[in-house]
């Protein structure tokens, strides 16, 4: 079975600690990204890499880091610098690349409360 | 840049009603155009797509036409079903660019047997 697997689905953190989300893929996709979801705000794109040791900023990378270094994976850090952490996250991945591979495959998600 | 704007919710329909989910962009070339549904507690699936103007996206009894004229995609569904309660994004990607997707806020909708 091919597609996006997130973990953990449930993730606390006390204030000041960095923590890491997991993202895999299967799918031979070049490209993957990460989200952020907020009630009322839509998803927001928080950092994109269209291939393997590349990435780039999205709208609001600010307090987030991430790393590319195989193509299956796609881990996102959320920092202590990142003011407002408790959301949604999701992690997508497209073929990448042209008109035609723009559909991007999503997973499940994983839901980041800071106590 | 490129926007997408969506209707406000949340909307509440009865079951076998008439489904219509407004959305319009803004975006600077040709790009394709998506409805995903998320629901609750879940990852997004698309659920259409259309590529070109005047395409016609179809999937599970819900349309939508590319309209570049009056740069529009609206969702449509003849007779909706409780299991269609769910979150609606409109969201586009550019001709030629990198796949991003830029995302409408999203629309909530409830359906009442």
């Known amino acids: 079975d091919g597609g996006i697997t997130q973990s953990p689905k449930y993730l606390f953190r006390k204030e000041g600690q960095n923590v890491t989300l997991s993202c895999e893929q299967n799918l031979n996709h070049d490209a993957m990204y990460w989200y952020r979801q907020d009630p009322g705000q839509g998803l927001r794109l928080i950092y994109y890499s269209q291939i393997v040791n590349d990435f780039q900023k999205g709208d609001i990378a600010e307090g987030y880091s991430v790393s590319r270094e195989k193509k299956e994976s796609f881990p996102l850090t959320v920092t202590s610098a990142q003011k407002n952490p408790t959301a949604f996250y999701l992690c997508a991945s497209s073929i990448g690349g042209g008109r035609d591979n723009n559909e991007q495959f999503f997973g499940p998600g994983t839901r980041l409360t800071v106590l | 840049g490129d926007s997408v704007t969506q209707m406000e919710g949340p909307v509440t329909l009865s079951e076998e009603a008439f489904l219509t989910i407004n959305c319009t962009y803004t975006?600077?070339?040709?790009?394709?155009l998506f409805w995903y549904v998320q629901y609750p507690g879940e990852g997004l699936q698309l659920l259409l797509k259309a590529t070109k103007a005047d395409d016609k996206g179809s999937n599970k009894g819900f349309e939508a036409t590319y309209r570049k004229e009056t740069t529009s995609f609206h969702l449509e569904k003849g007779s909706v079903q409780v299991s269609d309660s769910a979150v609606y994004f409109c969201?586009?990607?550019?001709?030629?660019?990198?796949?991003?997707?830029?995302f409408g806020k999203g629309i909530t909708l409830s359906v009442r047997p």
């Open positions: 969201a586009l990607s550019e001709s030629g660019a990198n796949s991003k997707l830029t």
């Open positions: 975006a600077t070339g040709y790009p394709s």
